[in-house]
């Protein structure tokens, strides 16, 4: 059986203990449960913002030091230490253009429209919008265009229009929210507040202090370790 884990740490004030010390309780646990932790697939990236990157300790596990990357692939997505989408944008339009060969094809077989919409969907759309809700929002210019240019090849090869990649983003969000609102168990459910008339929620909003808090924060060390057992 394998299963992927994560760990996200903050440190603050160059204070790394309680993130260490979360390693350390994933490590009994994985004991307690009869895993074993592959470090050879474990990967360590550091978020910082900071100017001075003050030294930062190699983590170990069992003994094993693990590896520190600036970039790792973390169930699909591509994560880079600047929380740039670029690397993860580009792999998905290589990877579905590649595809737009096949399409090609099946249109030169007088294969009508329906059938190629089929393929394009679910062989070419379906990776542009892998975890588009996590992604899309922060991507940039640039990468936003390299998406939307391969739904224009697609439409012109089947000649007709398709979704955009910012309306897809848009109804998976919608979905996303949707879903959080019925787990009254998920952490972000508590965001979600109706307005006096019960029909429409609250705007997602944050006040100065929040804000004040959350630019705080981001320039603080972040550790985020992926496992692999």
Same mark, same amino acid.
């Given at each position: 059986?394998?299963? +992927?884990?994560?760990? #996200? =740490?903050?440190?603050?004030?160059?204070?790394?203990?309680?993130?260490?010390?979360?390693? @350390?309780?994933?490590?009994? /646990?994985?004991?307690?449960?009869?895993?074993?932790?592959?470090?050879?697939?474990?990967?360590?990236?550091? +978020? $910082?913002?900071?100017?001075?990157?003050?030294? @930062?300790?190699?983590?170990?596990?069992?003994?094993?030091? +693990?590896?520190?990357?600036?970039?790792?692939?973390?169930?699909?997505?591509?994560?880079?230490? $600047?929380?740039? /989408?670029?690397?993860?944008?580009?792999? &998905?339009?290589?990877?579905?253009?590649?595809? &737009?060969?096949?399409?090609?094809?099946?249109?030169?077989? $007088?294969?009508?429209? !329906?059938?190629?919409?089929?393929?394009?969907? =679910?062989?070419? #759309?379906?990776?542009?919008? !892998?975890?588009?809700?996590? /992604?899309? =929002?922060?991507?940039?210019?640039?990468?936003?265009?390299?998406?939307?240019?391969?739904?224009?090849?697609? #439409?012109?090869?089947?000649?007709?229009?398709?979704?955009?990649?910012?309306?897809?983003?848009?109804?998976?969000?919608?979905?996303?929210?949707?879903?959080?609102?019925? $787990?009254?168990?998920?952490?972000?459910h508590k965001l979600f507040s109706l307005l006096s008339s019960g029909k429409r929620y609250r705007s997602l909003r944050c006040h100065k202090q929040t804000e004040k808090q959350l630019l705080s924060t981001s320039h603080q060390a972040d550790q @985020?370790? #992926?496992?692999?057992?």
């Amino acid at each position: 059986m394998k299963v +992927v884990m994560s760990i #996200e =740490g903050l440190i603050s004030e160059n204070d790394d203990s309680a993130y260490r010390e979360e390693v @350390h309780q994933l490590i009994n /646990w994985c004991d307690r449960n009869k895993l074993l932790l592959n470090v050879n697939k474990t990967k360590e990236i550091t +978020v $910082d913002f900071r100017k001075k990157h003050p030294t @930062h300790t190699p983590l170990t596990i069992n003994g094993s030091a +693990v590896e520190s990357v600036k970039s790792t692939k973390f169930l699909g997505v591509h994560i880079t230490d $600047d929380l740039t /989408w670029t690397t993860n944008t580009t792999s &998905l339009v290589k990877k579905a253009q590649t595809r &737009l060969h096949f399409l090609r094809r099946m249109r030169r077989a $007088d294969l009508p429209t !329906s059938a190629l919409t089929t393929f394009y969907r =679910g062989a070419i #759309e379906s990776i542009l919008a !892998s975890s588009l809700s996590v /992604w899309h =929002g922060s991507c940039s210019a640039a990468n936003k265009k390299a998406l939307q240019r391969v739904v224009r090849t697609a #439409e012109k090869i089947i000649r007709s229009p398709q979704s955009a990649i910012q309306n897809l983003y848009a109804t998976h969000c919608s979905k996303r929210a949707i879903n959080i609102i019925k $787990d009254t168990t998920h952490p972000a459910h508590k965001l979600f507040s109706l307005l006096s008339s019960g029909k429409r929620y609250r705007s997602l909003r944050c006040h100065k202090q929040t804000e004040k808090q959350l630019l705080s924060t981001s320039h603080q060390a972040d550790q @985020h370790t #992926e496992g692999n057992p």
